[in-house]
C-alpha cells in the first residue's frame, strides 16, 4: 500500500491542515470575486445610466425638434388659411363691388317677333322636352320604388364647337321657345313668371314676348362685350308632382325662383303641361336664368352688373334647391 505524504511551505502537514488552507484560498477567492462582480456591477450601472441618460437626451431632443416642426407647421397652416381667407374676402369685395357696377345695353330696334312666332322656331330645341319623370324599378308597380328627381341644369355658353356651338340669338329664341302656347300647362299669366317684363304687360301679347326677346338679345350682347366665352344664361329643367292641380305647382314654382328674383337676376320660369303624345305624368317646370343682375332704366335699356353671381349655382347651393325642390313638392 502506498503511503503518502502531504507538504505544506516544506514543512510536513495533515489532511485537516490541507483542507483548513484550501478552504481559506476558497474564501479569499470568493471575496476577490464577489469584489470583482461587485466593481464590475457599478462600472455597468454607471455606464447604463450614462446611456440611459443620452438616450433620453436624444429622444428629448429629438420630440422638441418634433415639435418645433409641427408648430411652424401650424404656423405655416395658418398663414396659408390667413391668406386664402383674405383673397376670398378680396374676391368677394370684388364681386360684390362689380355688382354695384352698371353698365348700360340700349336695344334701339326692339326684335318684331310676335305671340305666334314662326314655324321654324322650335326645331332646335326639341331636346329639352325629354321626359324627366322618375322611372320605376321593378315589376311590383310600387310607388315607393322611384329613381332619384331629374333636376337638369345646362350651361349654354359662347364659343364652342360642333353641335354645341352658340348661335348668334339663341338666349332670344329659347325664350320664346319656352313662352309658346301651346305648351303651356295654364293661361300664360297663371304659366308665365319673370321678373324681366313688367307686370301690368298681357303675357299673351306681342308686347310680352318681344320685351323678353329683347332683353335676351341686350344680354347676349352684354356677354359678348364683357366675356366673349362666358356664360349667356341657364336652362333648369324641375320635375312637378303630376298628383296636385295647377295651383300647387304654382307655389312649388314661385318658391322655387324667390332666391333668384331676391338676387335681382333676370329669369323666366314657365310650367309646362304633358306633350298630347308622351307621358301624362309629364308636368314639369323650364327656367332660363341669367347670371347677372339688372335694371330696366329705360325703354329698351338695361343696365347689368360688371360681375355675376357665380354663388348661386355653387356645388353647395344646387345640393340646397334640389332639397328644397323635393320638399316643396312632397309639402304642396
Avoid at 345646362?154 to 332670344?172: D, H, I, M, Q, V
Avoid at 320664346?176 to 304659366?191: F, K, M, Q
Amino acid at each position: 500500500m502506498s503511503k503518502l505524504r502531504f507538504l505544506l511551505d516544506n514543512a510536513d502537514a495533515s489532511h485537516p491542515e490541507i483542507a483548513a488552507w484550501a478552504g481559506a484560498g476558497r474564501r479569499a477567492v470568493g471575496r476577490e470575486t464577489r469584489k470583482m462582480n461587485k466593481t464590475s456591477a457599478k462600472d455597468r450601472a454607471g455606464r447604463h445610466l450614462k446611456l440611459a441618460e443620452q438616450e433620453r437626451a436624444e429622444r428629448a431632443a429629438k420630440r422638441s425638434a418634433q415639435a418645433a416642426r409641427r408648430r411652424e407647421e401650424a404656423e405655416t397652416l395658418k398663414e396659408a388659411a390667413k391668406i386664402r381667407l383674405a383673397r376670398r374676402r378680396a374676391r368677394k369685395e370684388e364681386e360684390e363691388a362689380g355688382r354695384r357696377r352698371r353698365f348700360i345695353v340700349q336695344i334701339e330696334r326692339p326684335p318684331k317677333v310676335t305671340a305666334r312666332g314662326g314655324r321654324n322656331l322650335y326645331r332646335r330645341h326639341a331636346r329639352f322636352e325629354r321626359t324627366v319623370l322618375p322611372q320605376r324599378f321593378g315589376s311590383t308597380g310600387d310607388s315607393r320604388l322611384l329613381s332619384r328627381l331629374v333636376f337638369r341644369i345646362k350651361t349654354r355658353s359662347l364659343g364652342g364647337n360642333g353641335p354645341s356651338r352658340w348661335r348668334r340669338r339663341e338666349a332670344a329664341r329659347f325664350a320664346r321657345y319656352l313662352i309658346r302656347y301651346d305648351a303651356l300647362e295654364g293661361t300664360p299669366c297663371e304659366s308665365i313668371s319673370t321678373n324681366i317684363a313688367d307686370a301690368a304687360i298681357d303675357r299673351s301679347s306681342d308686347t310680352f314676348v318681344q320685351h323678353l326677346a329683347g332683353f335676351m338679345v341686350a344680354l347676349e350682347e352684354a356677354e359678348i362685350a364683357i366675356d366673349p366665352a362666358g356664360q349667356v344664361y341657364k336652362s333648369i329643367i324641375v320635375p312637378l308632382p303630376y298628383e296636385v292641380e295647377l295651383e300647387g305647382r304654382m307655389r312649388i314654382r314661385d318658391a322655387l325662383v324667390a332666391p333668384l328674383a331676391k338676387r335681382g337676376v333676370p329669369y323666366i320660369a314657365v310650367l309646362h303641361a304633358p306633350d298630347p303624345g308622351g307621358d301624362q305624368r309629364n308636368y314639369h317646370l323650364h327656367i332660363q336664368v341669367g347670371l347677372r343682375e339688372f335694371k330696366h332704366v329705360g325703354p329698351g335699356a338695361f343696365a347689368f352688373a360688371e360681375t355675376k353671381n357665380r354663388d348661386l349655382f355653387h356645388p353647395a347651393m344646387l345640393k340646397a334647391w334640389r332639397r328644397f325642390a323635393l320638399a316643396s313638392a312632397l309639402v304642396v
